[in-house]
C-alpha cells in the first residue's frame, strides 16, 4: 500500500480559502416549496403576459364572430349590446365583466338560446382579462349581489 502526501506548497494554498469559507455568513435555506420574491414576481409575470397573449390571440381570431353576433343583438331588439355585470375581484374591489345580452324581457333571447349554450356571450369578458381585473388561471370571482347578500344576511 502506498501513501502520498501533498506537497507543502499545495497545503499552504489551501489556508486562503479556509478563510473565504470561515468569513462568508450563512443565510437560513427558504422553507422547502417557497418561492423567492424575484422568482414570484418572475412567475407572476410569465403568467401575466401568458394571459394577455391568449386574450388578443382569440379576440384577433374571435373578430368576425363577435361582430357578427353584436349585429345579431342590436337587430333583435332595443338595448345595449353588452351587459355589464358587477363582481368582487382582488381585495374587494369592484369591477365589470362584459357579456353579449343574451336575455330579453325576462327569457333568453333568440340569438341568445344560440351563443349562450356555446359561451359564446362570454367573449368579450376577454376584455377585462386584458385590463388586469380577471385572470385566465384563477377561479371566477363572486357576484358583486352574490357577496352583498352573504355580508348582510
Request: glycine share 8%; aromatic share 4%; charged share 20%.
Amino acid at each position: 500500500m502506498h501513501l502520498s502526501v501533498p506537497p507543502p506548497d499545495r497545503v499552504a494554498s489551501q489556508a486562503p480559502i479556509d478563510q473565504a469559507v470561515q468569513q462568508t455568513p450563512l443565510r437560513p435555506a427558504p422553507p422547502r416549496g417557497a418561492a423567492s420574491p424575484r422568482r414570484q414576481a418572475q412567475a407572476h409575470l410569465w403568467v401575466r403576459g401568458t394571459e394577455v397573449l391568449l386574450a388578443l390571440a382569440l379576440l384577433a381570431l374571435t373578430l368576425p364572430l363577435l361582430l357578427l353576433v353584436a349585429l345579431a343583438v342590436r337587430l333583435e331588439g332595443p338595448g345595449p349590446v353588452l351587459r355589464r355585470a358587477a363582481y368582487r375581484g382582488r381585495a374587494g374591489q369592484r369591477f365589470h365583466l362584459l357579456s353579449f345580452r343574451v336575455v330579453r324581457d325576462g327569457e333568453l333571447s333568440i340569438v341568445g338560446g344560440l351563443i349562450h349554450p356555446c359561451r359564446i356571450d362570454q367573449l368579450p369578458a376577454l376584455i377585462s382579462l386584458l385590463r388586469g381585473d380577471v385572470a385566465l388561471f384563477e377561479p371566477m370571482p363572486a357576484e358583486w349581489d352574490a357577496v352583498r347578500g352573504k355580508q348582510q344576511g
